[in-house]
């Protein structure tokens, strides 16, 4: 077994904190901004949640996603971890990764969050060019984030990422080849680099269908080509579709998530994967707080992955990684498939050394659309599960 | 059986729009025939779409009970035409069943191309034609205009003219006066052997092919055998009966009778529109003049988008062939789109009708390729082959001629807009021929035209020069030789049938530009390099390329975006299967229909 695959049997959890201080024009998580005077019920209310999920045993990781985690105060943080720690339990050595803006991070933040027991934390960098980060609605500069990072580095905490997002349509070759730099000279432990995305219902839609500029596909494509060469050369390597580290420094959360492994999560519009169903948490922050005060759990909706649909989904998240998948029918379907055959044909996918591999990850959503696609070969038999996998 | 002196049968000569179903809906009003609780709008357009379009396509029917002001009862017999040029085979039939035509022209509007022509249709079938301006409550209605082009036309004094308003009814009354007064009563000899016309036929899922006729000579009992003089098939006349719109049978219709006849015939085919019935055993020795086989004018490919739908518009196609025996159909198989069949229509609107008749009432999916039209190629040896289809044009060496059918346009437009509108017959390599004035505003220019030019957006060109004033009309005027070429499309290589066509020698080079352009811009961004070539045998004339596509991926893919972008993949997946594959080539179903597209950038 790959050793990316051995996330399959890991435990984690996610913990959903909706607070910013400002929302960002391109964003489209379940965000508020201007709601700090609800961190406290909503905290209880995360903390409800956790009690009323089923114990787990250990958790390998556990994750403090956005929002921006690093917003609201770390003794809040403390008592969600310190309730995962006495309902499932915190395993030895598990990753606790936090979500942070550069802003929020000064020595003495760092120093707290190091103490409740954060280990990771990931810096929503974005960009080293002031222009591009007024752009993105940012509300730090360059000079903070080299200083976060320091800060990080100085509380001991032992693994860092700086997130960036290229293809703002005023940012240029230039201003990119100097963010990459400026990352690497940070000298973080993992760098996700993303393509600006117009997502739906955003202020930045609205702008672009109001005629403001789009990103540029090909010009992502060239500056993706930017970061993947500029990081390689800098001693990260690429382990899925916008992210690079240093080695041994995977977010062993999302390789949970990329490995089909199972994970809790908690708060509005959190996603879980938990004994083959993907369920979700209600989105509206309102709706969350009520549903848990009235003493339920605040599932959205649920859809059980079984049957073919397993190996579908094993393909469909574990292709985004660069080890791929292992082999298997699904697999072996994919490269039989027409489609297949000419994804083989246009480099964008191989075989190799026993497991599929997308050798072009810019493309890698046409592999994804051919995944989906795929029906279960004739005589293809349910593989048996175990009643009790954990 | 009404008395033959009684009877007044008739057509309504109107352009779309001029107002010809609403004055039907007020004659059924007036007469009794529907009463005011059922009357809904234009009782006699049945088809969803003649409703929705405001056109009729087939002919109607209905017989109306009349009594004048001193009291004096007759039958009117209404038989509704088509409008449109497509259909002018089947006006004529309609016309020839009656003995006078309504002549209605819209108040503002005033004489129009298809009119015109329909006028000379009637007046050539010998018939009394009554003109009325109609629409006089118009804000914008210039009656006195109006009755000057018509007097330019048919001659007669200008106040003779009924000025009628169908919507308020204002007029109507008088009309029918006149109705009753010119239309001369049927001449038919009421004792002579039977001679009924077929002006009409549909199919009924229940009672088989259901006839409309006219009876000129002699009388036709229910129950009579009877012979078709185009075929000569005997039939029984298992029913028979008049509309008053609801059928109502009867025992006999007599000498100038309208009616319908049932034989239980299942197919369309066997007894045409045109023919004539006769006594199986006391025949007539010549049939009633005027029956000739529809001819289809314009050809297209018709391909389900999903293969697995060939058998179902097959089907579909049959149930269309049999109410409309002008639409002709053989399979044609395409590398491009796969198997369909080519389709022979009467026209452009008949095209687009049977198109969407399809789509709607069966279901499909289809690709039309582009419309064609049938070229005479004379072989090396004198032999002469007709080709409806680009593919089957051979190559330049293997052939001694080619040449296209021609048709004689009649355009209509006020007089302002001639120069713009001879120019545009100029580019379309037509022949100026005679211009008269109808009124110090308005000119009829007669120009000889390739009928394949008409199909490609000449209409549409013709209507936004003249901002929709200019109106056209034309007939077929034979086949002249032509320099003509076949250009090919290729993507990656492989010819696309579908986007062949056969243009003339000096615009191929702009055809071919026009479709690499499109094409390019049509077809998304692959995997690979596309190549778009157009060419002329072996010749290039015209390329562009569709690069290959660099980033198609979603930047983030964690935890709580695996169900979220799974669906949005999947929703981009059923996309695709509106695709087809050409080659390794996708060419989404809407390039098809686009690339295909006549219109002004032309």
């Known amino acids: 077994m790959s050793p990316v695959d051995a996330h399959l049997d890991a435990r984690s959890a996610y ?30 209310a995360v903390i409800s949640e956790i009690g009323m999920s089923q114990p787990w045993g250990p958790l390998n990781s556990v994750y403090f996603g956005g929002g921006t985690p690093s917003h609201v105060p770390p003794s809040v943080l403390g008592r969600i971890l310190t309730t995962l720690q006495d309902h499932h339990g915190i395993g030895a050595g598990a990753e606790v990764s936090l979500e942070a803006n550069p802003e929020d991070f000064s020595e003495a933040r760092a120093g707290e969050l190091s103490q409740i027991g954060f280990n ?48 703002t349509p005023l940012e240029t070759d230039q201003s990119w080849a100097h963010s990459l730099l400026s990352a690497i000279e940070a000298s973080p432990d993992h760098v996700s680099c993303y393509a600006l995305t117009v997502e739906p219902g955003t202020p ?99 859809e059980p992955v079984t049957g073919w649909d397993t190996e579908i989904d094993r393909l469909f998240v574990g292709l985004r990684r660069s080890a791929g998948v292992s082999d298997g029918p699904g697999v072996q379907s994919l490269v039989g498939s027409a489609e297949g055959k000419l994804l083989q044909e246009a480099g964008v996918i191989e075989m190799s050394g026993g497991r599929l591999v997308v050798r072009r990850p810019l493309l890698t959503d046409e592999v994804h659309r051919a995944v989906l696609g795929l029906e279960a070969p004739i005589g293809w038999v349910e593989p048996p599960t175990p009643d009790n996998v954990w | 059986m009404t008395t033959q002196a009684r009877i007044r049968n008739f057509s309504i000569i109107a352009h779309i729009d001029h107002g010809k179903s609403t004055l039907a809906d007020r004659l059924l009003e007036r007469t009794g025939a529907v009463s005011e609780r059922d009357m809904r709008e234009q009782v006699l357009d049945t088809m969803d779409l003649e409703r929705e379009r405001g056109i009729t396509i087939k002919a109607q029917t209905v017989r109306l009970r009349h009594v004048d002001e001193a009291g004096e009862e007759y039958v ?49 079938a010998g018939l009394e034609v009554i003109p009325a301006i109609n629409k006089i409550d118009l804000v914008a209605a210039d009656p006195e205009r109006v009755a000057g082009e018509i007097v330019n036309i048919l001659g007669g004094a200008p106040d003779d003219i009924v000025r009628i308003s169908a919507k308020t009814g204002a007029g109507v009354d008088e009309l029918l006066r006149r109705l009753v007064e010119q239309v ?100 007539a020795t010549e049939p009633l003049p005027g029956y000739s086989e529809p001819k289809p004018m314009v050809f297209s490919g018709l391909f389900p988008t999903d293969g697995d739908d060939f058998e179902r518009l097959r089907e579909a196609l049959e149930k269309l062939r049999l109410n409309d025996a002008s639409l002709v159909y053989e399979p044609e198989s395409s ?3 796969g198997f369909g069949f080519r389709c022979g229509f009467l026209g452009l609107l008949h095209m687009e009708i049977v198109r969407e008749r399809l789509e709607r009432e069966y279901d499909l999916d289809l690709v039309a390729t582009a419309p064609s039209v049938a070229y005479r190629v004379t072989m090396p040896g004198g032999s002469v082959k007709e080709i409806k289809s680009p593919q ?33 017959v100029t580019n379309h390599r037509g022949e100026i021929g005679n211009m008269s004035y109808l009124g110090p505003e308005r000119v009829e220019l007669d120009c000889d035209i390739p009928l394949a030019e008409i199909v490609f957006g000449f209409f549409d060109q013709l209507k936004s020069r003249t901002r929709g004033y200019a109106s056209l009309d034309y007939e077929p005027a034979g086949y002249r030789e032509a320099d003509l070429v076949k250009v090919d499309i290729l993507l990656n290589g492989l010819p696309v049938d579908a986007f062949s066509a056969i243009v003339h020698k000096d ?50 893919c964690y935890g709580g975006d695996v169900t979220r972008k799974k669906k949005l993949l999947q929703k981009q997946k059923e996309g695709k299967k509106r695709m087809k594959m050409v080659g390794s080539v996708e060419v989404p179903q809407e390039a098809f229909v686009a690339a295909l597209r006549v219109d002004d950038d032309q």
């Open chain 2, 392 to 424: 089957d044009l051979p190559d330049s060496g293997a052939l001694s001629g080619v040449a296209e059918p021609y048709v004689r346009t009649m355009i209509l437009s006020p007089t302002e807009f001639v120069g713009p509108i001879m120019e545009l």
């Open chain 2, 507 to 556: 615009k191929a080079q702009e055809y071919g530009k026009m479709m690499t352009g499109r094409l390019r811009s049509l077809i998304p961004r692959q995997l690979f390099d596309v190549p778009i070539q157009a060419a002329i045998g072996g010749r290039m004339i015209s390329r562009e390329t569709v690069k290959a596509k660099r980033k198609d991926v979603i930047a983030k």
């Open chain 1, 120 to 167: 990771r934390v990931s810096f929503g960098a974005q960009s080293f060019d002031r222009a591009v980060l007024e752009a993105l609605g940012r509300r730090h500069g360059p000079e903070q984030i080299m200083a976060s990072v320091a800060a990080a580095r100085g509380a001991a905490i032992g693994s860092i990422s700086v997130d960036l997002i290229f293809g």
């Open chain 2, 76 to 124: 009117l017999n209404l038989i509704d035409t088509p409008g449109h040029v497509d259909f002018s085979y089947e006006v004529s039939r309609s016309l020839a069943a009656c003995e006078g035509a309504l002549l209605l022209i819209d108040a503002a509007q005033g004489v129009q191309a298809q009119t015109l022509a329909n006028a000379h249709l009637a007046i050539d």
């Open chain 1, 204 to 302: 930045l839609n609205r702008a672009v269908i109001a005629g403001a500029a789009a990103p540029d596909p090909d010009v992502q494509a060239d500056r993706y080509e930017m970061a993947q060469a500029s990081l390689e050369a800098a001693g990260y390597h690429r382990y899925e579709v916008s992210n690079w580290c240093r080695p041994g420094h995977e977010c062993r959360y999302n390789l949970t998530v990329w490995a089909q492994g199972q994970y809790e999560a908690y708060g509005n519009g959190a996603h879980r994967f938990r004994d083959g169903v993907r369920s979700r948490n209600v989105r509206r922050l309102d709706a969350y707080l009520s549903e848990v005060a009235a003493g339920r759990r605040p599932i959205a909706g649920a």
């Open chain 2, 335 to 337: 590398r491009a789109l």
């Open chain 1, 15 to 44: 913990v959903h904190i909706p607070f910013c201080s400002s929302v960002c024009p391109y964003c489209d998580f379940a965000v508020v901004a201007g709601a700090d005077h609800m961190i406290d019920r909503y905290a209880d």
């Open chain 2, 184 to 283: 001369p009563a049927p001449a038919g000899d009421p004792n002579a052997p039977l001679r009924a016309l077929v002006f009409d036929s549909y199919y009924d899922s229940y009672r088989g092919v259901v006839c409309y006729i006219r009876v000129v000579d002699g009388r036709l009992p229910t129950g009579q055998r009877i012979r078709s003089m185009a075929t000569g098939e005997i039939h029984d006349a298992n029913e028979i009966g008049v509309l008053t719109p609801a059928a109502e049978s009867v025992s006999n219709l007599g000498a100038g009778e309208v009616g319908y006849l049932i034989t239980g015939v299942k197919e369309i085919d066997r007894i045409k529109v045109g023919d004539t019935l006769t006594d199986s055993i006391r025949s």
